[in-house]
C-alpha cells in the first residue's frame, strides 16, 4: 500500500464506521423486521436496509442504526463494551465487529484512489449505490481479567468468523443486491487514480514496441475490467512468455505496469518505477474467463483506430526510455 496515506485511510474509516455511542450508553433501538423468519435469525432495519442476525448470537451483540451519516448499521459484542465501561474507556471503539455503509460513485471513486484499510466494497444497487463493510484493523476484544480473556475467546472468535463469513453474503441477499469488489492493491490505486483523477495522457505499447500515447482517448471501459473483480496479490519471480506482454505508462503516478500471461497460464502484473524495484503481483479475477492480455490488446488495438479516426499522432518514443520489463528482484 502507498504508506503515506495508510494513517489517513485508517482515521476516516474510523470517524465513518466507528459504532456510535456503544461506550456511553446502552445499547440503540433498532428496529426489527416482521419478516424475521424462524431458524434464520433476526432482521434488524435501518434506513430501508435489513440485516439478518442469528438468533444464537443476537443478544451478544449491540445493534446500532444510528451511526454517522453514510453508515447504516454498526455491530459490536456486547461484553467487550460492557467491560470498557467498567474500565472507563468511554471512547475506545471496544467489542466493534464491523459496520455497513454506503456510497455514491462519486464517493466510491475518490476511496478506490486511496488506501482503503479496514474497508471492503462488497455491493451495488439499482440507484447507483455502493455498500462498504467497515472492520477493524485491530483487536477490540476487552474483558475485565486475564482468565475472562480466555473464558470468553472462543465467543470472540465465532462473532468474528460470522461477521466476516455470513454477513457479506447475508446482506446482499436479503436487499437485494448485486454482488461487487474493487482492488486496492498498489495496483487498484494507480488504477483508479487513473480513470478517477484528473484526466492525463498515457501510452500503452505491446512487447517493448514504440508505444502509443492517448490524450482523448478515455481508458475508462478497459481500466474498470481490471479494476472490478480483481485482486491483485505479490507474487514470487514467474517467467512470462517471450515477447508477450502490454505496457501502461502512467506519467502522473511515476509508474509503468506490464501486463503478461505467465507459462503458466496465470495474470501478472509487474510494477516498474525508474531506479527502483520492480514488484510482481498476481492478478486473479471474479470472472474466470478474463484475461488481462486480452483487455490490454482490445484498448491498444482501440487505441490505434482512434488515432487512424482522428488522424493525431500515435507514438512517443520518450516513453519507451525505460526499456523492455526486467526480470523481478522482489
Same mark, same amino acid.
Not at 487513473?194 to 500503452?204: N, S, V, W
Not at 514504440?210 to 514467474?238: M, N, Q
Not at 501502461?248 to 524495484?277: A, C, M
Given at each position: 500500500?502507498?504508506?503515506?496515506?495508510?494513517?489517513?485511510?485508517?482515521?476516516?474509516?474510523?470517524?465513518?464506521?466507528?459504532?456510535?455511542?456503544?461506550?456511553?450508553?446502552?445499547?440503540?433501538?433498532?428496529? =426489527?423486521?416482521?419478516?424475521?423468519?424462524?431458524?434464520?435469525?433476526?432482521?434488524?432495519?435501518?434506513?430501508?436496509?435489513?440485516?439478518?442476525?442469528?438468533?444464537?448470537?443476537?443478544?451478544?451483540?449491540?445493534?446500532?442504526? /444510528?451511526?454517522?451519516?453514510?453508515?447504516?448499521?454498526?455491530?459490536?459484542?456486547?461484553?467487550?463494551?460492557?467491560?470498557?465501561?467498567?474500565?472507563?474507556?468511554?471512547?475506545?471503539?471496544?467489542?466493534?465487529?464491523?459496520?455497513?455503509?454506503?456510497?455514491?460513485?462519486?464517493?466510491?471513486?475518490?476511496? +478506490?484512489?486511496?488506501?482503503?484499510?479496514?474497508?471492503?466494497?462488497?455491493?451495488?444497487?439499482?440507484?447507483?449505490?455502493?455498500?462498504?463493510?467497515?472492520?477493524? /484493523?485491530?483487536?477490540?476484544?476487552?474483558?475485565?481479567?486475564?482468565?475472562?480473556? $480466555?473464558?470468553?475467546?472462543?465467543?470472540?472468535?465465532?462473532?468474528?468468523?460470522?461477521?466476516?463469513?455470513?454477513?457479506?453474503?447475508?446482506?446482499?441477499?436479503?436487499?437485494?443486491?448485486?454482488? =461487487?469488489?474493487?482492488?486496492?492493491?498498489?495496483?487498484?490505486?494507480?488504477?483508479?487514480?487513473?480513470?478517477?483523477?484528473?484526466?492525463?495522457?498515457?501510452?500503452?505499447?505491446?512487447?517493448?514496441?514504440?508505444?502509443?500515447?492517448?490524450?482523448?482517448?478515455?481508458?475508462?471501459?478497459? $481500466?474498470?475490467?481490471? +479494476?472490478?473483480?480483481?485482486?491483485?496479490?505479490?507474487?514470487?519471480?514467474?517467467?512470462?512468455?517471450?515477447?508477450?506482454?502490454?505496457?501502461?505508462? +502512467?506519467?502522473?503516478?511515476?509508474?509503468?505496469?506490464?501486463?503478461?500471461?505467465?507459462?503458466?497460464?496465470?495474470?501478472? $502484473?509487474?510494477?516498474?518505477?525508474?531506479?527502483?524495484?520492480?514488484? +510482481?503481483?498476481?492478478?486473479?479475477?471474479?470472472?474466470?474467463?478474463?484475461?488481462?492480455?486480452? =483487455?490490454?490488446?482490445?484498448?491498444?488495438?482501440?487505441?490505434?483506430?482512434?488515432?487512424?479516426?482522428?488522424?493525431?499522432?500515435?507514438?512517443?518514443?520518450?516513453?519507451?526510455?525505460?526499456?523492455?520489463?526486467?526480470?523481478?528482484?522482489?
Amino acid at each position: 500500500m502507498k504508506s503515506g496515506k495508510i494513517m489517513a485511510a485508517l482515521l476516516a474509516a474510523a470517524v465513518l464506521a466507528a459504532p456510535g455511542n456503544f461506550a456511553l450508553a446502552e445499547e440503540a433501538t433498532p428496529a =426489527v423486521s416482521a419478516e424475521t423468519e424462524a431458524g434464520q435469525g433476526r432482521l434488524y432495519e435501518s434506513q430501508g436496509l435489513k440485516l439478518r442476525i442469528p438468533e444464537e448470537y443476537d443478544e451478544l451483540l449491540l445493534k446500532d442504526t /444510528t451511526a454517522p451519516e453514510g453508515s447504516f448499521f454498526a455491530v459490536s459484542e456486547k461484553a467487550s463494551v460492557e467491560a470498557a465501561q467498567k474500565a472507563g474507556e468511554t471512547e475506545s471503539g471496544a467489542g466493534w465487529i464491523f459496520s455497513l455503509g454506503r456510497l455514491t460513485a462519486e464517493q466510491l471513486h475518490e476511496k +478506490l484512489r486511496h488506501d482503503m484499510s479496514g474497508a471492503e466494497l462488497i455491493a451495488k444497487d439499482s440507484e447507483g449505490g455502493y455498500y462498504i463493510y467497515y472492520h477493524p /484493523t485491530d483487536v477490540r476484544y476487552v474483558r475485565e481479567s486475564q482468565e475472562d480473556m $480466555v473464558r470468553d475467546q472462543r465467543q470472540w472468535t465465532k462473532l468474528n468468523a460470522w461477521g466476516w463469513d455470513y454477513v457479506h453474503g447475508d446482506f446482499i441477499k436479503d436487499n437485494g443486491l448485486t454482488p =461487487v469488489t474493487a482492488d486496492n492493491s498498489n495496483i487498484g490505486i494507480y488504477l483508479a487514480n487513473f480513470i478517477y483523477g484528473q484526466p492525463e495522457a498515457y501510452t500503452l505499447g505491446k512487447n517493448g514496441e514504440a508505444p502509443s500515447t492517448a490524450d482523448g482517448f478515455s481508458p475508462l471501459p478497459y $481500466v474498470e475490467k481490471l +479494476l472490478y473483480g480483481a485482486s491483485y496479490r505479490s507474487a514470487k519471480d514467474i517467467q512470462m512468455r517471450k515477447f508477450k506482454y502490454y505496457t501502461l505508462v +502512467l506519467p502522473r503516478e511515476g509508474v509503468r505496469l506490464d501486463f503478461f500471461t505467465g507459462k503458466d497460464g496465470e495474470n501478472y $502484473v509487474q510494477e516498474v518505477h525508474e531506479g527502483w524495484t520492480n514488484y +510482481l503481483y498476481h492478478a486473479t479475477y471474479q470472472d474466470k474467463s478474463l484475461k488481462a492480455y486480452n =483487455v490490454m490488446a482490445k484498448w491498444l488495438e482501440d487505441l490505434k483506430a482512434y488515432h487512424e479516426k482522428t488522424g493525431t499522432a500515435a507514438t512517443l518514443e520518450a516513453a519507451s526510455a525505460w526499456g523492455e520489463p526486467k526480470k523481478n528482484k522482489k
